[in-house]
């Protein structure tokens, strides 16, 4: 018999996890704190269960995440190192699936696409970061793929607001069959008591009680619910010679873009300045966006950099002339040269994190202010940071036909922030630095 390999490390005992990782439950659903052992659990049982084969000749499992490539980071190192090298059979990096020498095969799949569960049958599976896949990955794909041989599946991650996560964690909690099962614990539980407290300095107050005792929290109000005009506005200075941040958020009623740099705050600590704004109401184009943008700033002098949606917009102005990101290269090449640098992303974050990521700038837990905005120059900001508001339903989203003039310039900022400063432990897609 193969020896465990060193990735095996002893894990300090937890009656949860113990209770999760013994139970009887075909599904088990568990809502954990960041960097609290879920998935690594979860990755133990399933190599455990391939090494046993499941009685099959030809058992396989998969370990899916929102995405192909958060899936493949999550996952596939860390099965390679678990299964002993002796009973790897074959490995292809390109499929993304580990063969044994028993038959078993383990697969790392993307739930961006989840038809890819689809074909074959499973003998088990791990969906991770389950609230931010999509609701139906598991009901209308996962399930029916583990129907024929009676497959188990763990859905895991951290709480989202109130959506599919919270339904079927419910569910799980309330269920009388047996097939289901729900479990719950706080990082707290595995953490140092030094980083919980980190976190919760790092963090506003929600969004540490989300990530890190994972609540399933009920949002309503107001989605920027940490801004207030006393403490986050006043006068402020621009500087020509310092990095100047644009942030964009295609649309054409109205044309938006915000403008940041970093540096000192006149409440006494240093974050991110808003020292002006786009906001053309009606008619306008990317073009039209980055002409103001080079008049407002004609003196600067110092590296421009840019942010936005990676989609480009639904109503894109560059139909004909190119995409977006085209546009505001070619027009802003113009004004800036070769200062300016486009850090787009490959695709849009979760809004939820963009939430987050501006709220926690707007306030941590412990009262720190690191984002402020000057309301003459960026009147428009400040009323979408008061006045966007979420969907009465409680998931947390954001009610964009509440008032269809906002929300577009507080989601332009949500951008940059959820790129250079996102709340922790949140992981931010990789972007593409174009020159």
Not at 6 to 33: K, N
Not at 80 to 108: C, F, I, M, S
Request: with cysteine.
């Amino acid at each position: 018999m193969c020896p465990l390999t060193p990735r095996w490390t002893e894990l300090a005992y937890h009656p949860e996890q113990a209770r999760l990782f013994c139970s009887a439950a075909r599904f088990r659903v568990v809502a954990a704190g960041r960097r609290s052992g879920k998935t690594e659990l979860a990755k133990r049982f399933m190599v455990m269960k391939a090494l046993q084969g499941g009685g099959r000749p030809d058992a396989r499992f998969f370990a899916a995440a929102p995405t192909r490539d958060q899936a493949k980071r999550i996952f596939w190192d860390d099965l390679k190192r678990l299964v002993p090298p002796g009973l790897t059979a074959r490995v292809r990096e390109q499929a993304l699936t580990l063969d044994l020498v028993n038959g078993a095969r383990l697969a790392v799949l993307g739930m961006d696409r989840p038809e890819r569960v689809e074909g074959a049958p499973w003998d088990g599976g791990v969906l991770d970061e389950f609230a931010d896949m999509k609701e139906r990955a598991f009901s209308a794909h996962v399930r029916p793929a583990l129907s024929d041989r009676r497959g188990w599946c763990w859905l895991i991650g951290v709480p989202e607001g109130r959506n599919h996560f919270w339904r079927l964690f419910c569910q799980a909690r309330e269920d009388a069959s047996g097939e289901w099962a729900a479990f719950h614990w706080k990082s707290a539980d595995i953490l140092p008591e030094a980083e919980i407290a980190a976190a919760r300095r790092d963090l506003d107050p929600r969004t540490f009680e989300q990530e890190y005792e994972a609540g399933f929290l009920h949002f309503e109000g107001r989605a920027y619910y940490c801004f207030d005009p006393d403490r986050h506005c006043a006068p402020l200075s621009y500087d020509p010679a310092a990095p100047l941040v644009l942030c964009f958020d295609f649309n054409v009623s109205p044309g938006v873009a915000v403008a940041c740099q970093e540096g000192d705050l006149p409440c006494g600590s240093t974050g991110t300045r808003v020292v002006g704004e786009v906001h053309i109401p009606r008619d306008s184009n990317t073009r039209a966006v980055c002409r103001e943008l080079a008049r407002l700033f004609a003196a600067q002098c110092g590296p421009v950099a840019c942010y936005g949606d990676a989609s480009g917009g639904a109503r894109a102005s560059a139909k004909v002339c190119g995409s977006d990101w085209d546009l505001v290269r070619e027009e802003l090449t113009q004004a800036f040269g070769r200062r300016l640098s486009l850090r787009v992303p490959k695709a849009n974050p979760a809004e939820r994190a963009r939430l987050n990521a501006v709220n926690t700038r707007l306030l941590s837990g412990a009262g720190e202010v690191r984002l402020m905005l000057d309301p003459t120059r960026a009147p428009n900001l400040a009323r979408d940071l008061e006045g966007v508001r979420l969907d009465p339903d409680g998931s947390g989203r954001v009610d964009k036909a509440a008032d269809p003039a906002l929300t577009h310039l507080s989601d332009a900022l949500g951008y940059y922030l959820v790129r250079e400063f996102p709340a922790a432990g949140r992981v931010v897609r990789p972007v593409a630095v174009m020159g």
